[in-house]
């Protein structure tokens, strides 16, 4: 498979690594918003850039009829355009907050334990997310798709960073050294707690994940997420 790395920082160097041991040949290695022809007539972009140039770079590789896994975050007020424009353009498009397997089962055990939770009424939740002190967005991406799951299984209804009130969901995103990524979840009643936490030890997890997300897709079309890919 013909890979183009969109954003060569921290996560495609690893991506770049890993899918070379995976037999991928990377045809384009970019810091920089692509052009038709720095693209390389790949097969598949993986897009882990910065939250003001994904969208842009999404565009564009849509436009020049190459499928993405993005995994960008902090700019998804913009995602029902791109989802629009795969649609039409009918190239592939996946975006995941969080690529490891490991924070893919977190989701869908929260998604349940909310589900439980409401139905005794005596537990109120709150997300707590601990990041390197580089990350440019707050919160992390992971937390807002953890909160959103609780959402739609719970009493809640929208999720706000810090205090919150009535049916807000609180985050708390806490920026420190260079932890990888962290994120917990407090179950709290009047008498007791149950908190259920993901450490990520390092990034292996995240790339290695988007590399598997880039395989699945090749032969697909439409808009997927994580849960597809894994069949969760
Ligand atoms: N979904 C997931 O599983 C994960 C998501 N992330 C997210 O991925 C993103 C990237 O993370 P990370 O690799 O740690 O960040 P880095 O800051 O280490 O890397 C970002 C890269 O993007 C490059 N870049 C800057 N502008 C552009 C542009 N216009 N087009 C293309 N590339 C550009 C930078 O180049 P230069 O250095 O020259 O500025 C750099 O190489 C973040 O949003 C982060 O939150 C991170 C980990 C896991
Ligand atoms: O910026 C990061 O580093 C990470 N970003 C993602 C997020 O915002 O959830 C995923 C992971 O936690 C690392």
Request: with cysteine.
């Amino acid at each position: 498979m013909k890979i183009a790395l969109v954003g060569y920082g921290k996560m495609g160097k690893i991506i770049d690594e890993i899918s070379q041991n995976r037999g991928h040949n990377v045809v384009a290695r970019l810091r920089e918003t692509p052009t038709s022809e720095n693209l390389n007539v790949a097969d598949v972009a993986i897009e882990f850039s910065n939250p003001e140039a994904a969208f842009e770079n999404i565009k564009i590789c849509l436009e020049n009829h190459i499928p993405v896994i993005c995994g960008t975050t902090g700019w998804l007020d913009k995602k029902p355009e791109i989802e629009k424009l795969a649609l039409e353009n009918n190239i592939s498009f996946l975006y995941g907050s969080n690529f490891s397997l490991g924070v893919n089962l977190f989701f869908a055990l929260n998604e349940n334990l909310a589900k439980l939770m409401s139905k005794t009424n005596e537990y109120s939740v709150q997300l707590e997310e601990i990041h390197h002190i580089h990350k440019k967005d707050a919160p992390s991406g992971t937390a807002i798709s953890i909160a959103e799951g609780i959402i739609e299984n719970s009493k809640y209804e929208a999720w706000k960073l810090d205090e919150t009130k009535d049916k807000e969901l609180g985050i708390f995103a806490i920026r420190e050294n260079e932890v990888p990524g962290t994120h917990s979840v407090f179950y709290r009643s009047e008498v007791d707690e149950i908190e259920i936490k993901h450490t990520a030890y390092n990034r292996n997890g995240f790339a290695l994940g988007a590399v598997i997300a880039a395989e699945w897709i090749v032969d697909k079309k439409g808009i997927f997420s994580m849960k597809d890919v894994l069949g969760l």
